[in-house]
């Protein structure tokens, strides 16, 4: 496979990824408030036994996403230094666009990553 696609492919994952760790964020943020909504009702042991679970999943959903996400960004980064090796990018604006695009992609999923330090 030619290292345009390859980094096409892995760039279009890393974007995948995000969104879906950001998805899961979004229900985290929405059972909490269910489950504090029915905390503050009086619901029953069992409800909210069962609404603790159901966040407990989602946080791990998290975790997970959040380390299949680490994992696709070193493989992006390795494929990336391959590329350097391999090719003369100077002479190959395909490959420059690709890289750049995917640059972008990286800066922007660390920047995202990093915004509650």
Request: glycine share 4%.
């Amino acid at each position: 496979m030619g290292i345009v696609a390859k980094l096409k492919r892995q760039e279009a994952s890393c974007k995948r990824i995000l969104k879906e760790l950001r998805a899961h964020e979004h229900e985290v943020i929405s059972e909490d408030a269910k489950l504090s909504s029915m905390k503050g009702e009086g619901a029953n042991l069992g409800a909210l036994k069962h609404q603790e679970d159901l966040l407990a999943e989602w946080r791990f959903m998290v975790k997970c996403s959040y380390d299949r996400l680490i994992s696709a960004l070193d493989y992006l980064s390795t494929t990336l230094a391959e590329a350097n090796e391999q090719l003369d990018l100077e002479d190959n604006p395909l490959v420059v666009a690709s890289a750049r695009n995917t640059a972008d992609v990286v800066f922007a999923i660390v920047s995202w990553l990093r915004r509650d330090l």
